[in-house]
């Protein structure tokens, strides 16, 4: 199941302006794929009713789900990617942060 995501990372950054680094874009798709290990520890110690109301549940899936998911990608690229030498430049965490959330997709 792992194969399409590896595909989906190499066909993007195939597309990349600047020279890839593939040792830490595969380290971090590597960390997003097992950041769902935090949303679901996440789930386990906190997991609160699905509201009834409408309005209630796009707050609920829009604040609490999307800030939970997007938190443990962004935590797998400051773990994965940020500490590395060849982290220098914006476009680098572009690249990291695509990774990181192809991983947690795939």
């Given at each position: 199941s792992w194969l399409p995501g590896i595909c989906w990372l190499a066909y993007v950054e195939s597309r990349s302006p600047q020279p890839v680094i593939w040792s830490r874009l595969i380290l971090t798709f590597l960390a997003g794929g097992l950041s769902?290990?935090?949303?679901?520890?996440?789930?386990?110690f906190y997991d609160p009713a699905q509201p009834?109301?409408?309005?209630?549940?796009?707050?609920?899936?829009?604040?609490?789900?999307?800030?939970?998911?997007?938190?443990?990608?962004?935590?797998?690229?400051?773990?994965?990617?940020?500490?590395?030498?060849?982290f220098c430049g914006a476009w680098d965490g572009v690249g990291s942060a695509r990774a990181a959330a192809l991983g947690f997709a795939t």
């Amino acid at each position: 199941s792992w194969l399409p995501g590896i595909c989906w990372l190499a066909y993007v950054e195939s597309r990349s302006p600047q020279p890839v680094i593939w040792s830490r874009l595969i380290l971090t798709f590597l960390a997003g794929g097992l950041s769902v290990f935090g949303v679901q520890a996440f789930r386990y110690f906190y997991d609160p009713a699905q509201p009834e109301n409408p309005l209630a549940q796009l707050v609920f899936f829009c604040v609490i789900v999307g800030a939970v998911e997007e938190s443990c990608k962004m935590l797998a690229v400051l773990v994965a990617a940020w500490p590395r030498r060849d982290f220098c430049g914006a476009w680098d965490g572009v690249g990291s942060a695509r990774a990181a959330a192809l991983g947690f997709a795939t």
